[in-house]
């Protein structure tokens, strides 16, 4: 099944939202998402790029370009629920990847819950490395991962 990418749109933001709350995304966690998908997209530091298949939003993700360090964080990655496990995830990484490097940057990282098993696991199947944990990062109750991932 072949999936487009293209650069985020204004109207994207509807269907980003039904995204997250299809997979169960608290309402803070999709305001702030929504706010930083559309800041990435429009700043020259950063990118939005969206997944289409058959002309529907099946996924997005957003970078944030870092020069002070080289590195590119992966700021917002999601896949439509029914599209998981269709290389739209990884076509997403992949083209994020490609910014950071055509933009110099070393590597790339992400955060993500430490209770997101699904998540993790795809983070390293794509060759990222656990790389430290922050207490409380998403709540009080809530621990954050990051992976790293260093270009050669």
């Not at 939003?57 to 029914?82: C, K, Y």
């Amino acid at each position: 099944m072949p999936t487009d990418l293209r650069t985020y749109s204004d109207p994207d933001h509807k269907a980003i939202a039904a995204l997250l709350r299809a997979h169960g995304w608290a309402e803070q966690y999709v305001a702030g998402q929504l706010d930083a998908v559309a800041t990435l997209a429009a700043s020259e530091n950063g990118a939005t790029l969206v997944a289409t298949v058959d002309g529907s939003l099946a996924g997005f993700v957003s970078i944030e370009l870092h020069s002070w360090n080289g590195l590119a964080q992966l700021q917002g990655l999601a896949v439509r629920p029914e599209r998981l496990r269709q290389g739209v995830g990884v076509r997403l990484v992949e083209a994020a990847e490609s910014i950071a490097r055509e933009r110099g940057c070393r590597g790339i990282y992400v955060d993500t819950p430490v209770n997101n098993d699904r998540g993790r696991a795809f983070y390293v199947a794509q060759g990222f490395s656990e790389d430290y944990r922050m207490s409380r990062y998403y709540s009080d109750a809530l621990d954050g991962v990051t992976y790293v991932k260093f270009f050669t």
